[in-house]
Nanobody, 113 residues
């Protein structure tokens, strides 16, 4: 199983980014997909997840600003991040569970004030 994350970068506060994560070697359509993030000195935290049926869940700090979605045909999960804040700066990881936990390589998001 491989999770290939992309889309991070440097953006000013108030800007937007879209992260993508493509899954290889897994029956994508039946698994829950998630995005986590880890800022320096902090624990990794769940940002959002989406079930196989499309139900979503968000951490309170991103509600109304971030949207998680999935395209089963492309085996890809997305995280649309709008109204970004400096406190959103972190390495973002996609993750799924299929017999084991599988993590993507992480993509850096930096939001300047």
């Amino acid at each position: 199983v491989q999770l290939q994350a992309s889309g991070g970068g440097l953006v000013q506060a108030g800007g937007s980014l879209r992260l993508s994560c493509k899954a290889i070697g897994i029956n994508f359509s039946i698994v829950t997909m998630a995005w986590y993030r880890q800022a320096p000195g902090n624990q990794r935290e769940l940002v959002a997840n989406i079930t196989s049926g499309g139900s979503t869940n968000y951490v309170d700090s991103v509600k109304g600003r971030f949207t998680i979605s999935r395209d089963n045909a492309r085996r890809t999960v997305y995280l649309q991040m709008n109204s970004l804040k400096p406190e959103d700066t972190a390495v973002y990881y996609c993750k799924t569970f299929w017999k084991y936990d599988w993590w993507g390589q992480g993509t850096q998001v930096t939001v300047s004030s």
